[in-house]
């Protein structure tokens, strides 16, 4: 069964930084791409980030280009989501979440097989 685990959230700071883990245990296959999503107080799933496994290509929401990078350390069966110059708006329960097979709709949380309980992240003005 697989397992993802977020932790690393936090109350911050705008302008500061965060790094935020996602370890996944359990695997016995390789998956396609992971990705990370993020929820606020009334407000839809949103995506934030993905990464394709076999080519590390990445993708990221236009409001946190440049500011949030996604990476994986298979070694350590871990996915990141360093992020940077935190705004308020960033303020969200965080998601990681696994997607098996191909895909072209990345973007779309529905596209996602597995989802960790999430990491509460607040960004203070």
């Known amino acids: 069964q697989e397992q993802l685990v977020e932790s690393g959230g936090g109350l911050v700071q705008a302008g500061d930084s965060l790094i935020l883990s996602c370890a996944y245990s359990?695997?016995?296959?390789?998956?396609?791409?992971m990705g990370w999503f993020r929820q606020a107080p009334g407000k839809e799933r949103e995506f934030v980030a993905a990464?394709?496994?076999?080519?590390?290509?990445?993708y990221y929401a236009d409001s946190v280009k440049g500011r949030f990078t996604i990476s994986r350390d298979n070694a350590n069966n871990t996915m990141y989501l360093q992020m940077n110059s935190l705004k308020p708006e960033d303020t969200a329960v965080y998601y990681c979440?696994?997607?098996?097979?191909?895909?072209?709709?990345?973007?779309?949380?529905?596209?996602?097989?597995?989802w960790g309980q999430g990491t509460q992240v607040t960004v203070s003005s």
């Open positions: 979440a696994e997607r098996i097979y191909y895909t072209v709709y990345l973007r779309n949380p529905t596209s996602y097989d597995y």
């Open positions: 359990g695997r016995t296959f390789s998956s396609y791409a």
């Open positions: 990464i394709k496994w076999s080519s590390d290509t990445t």
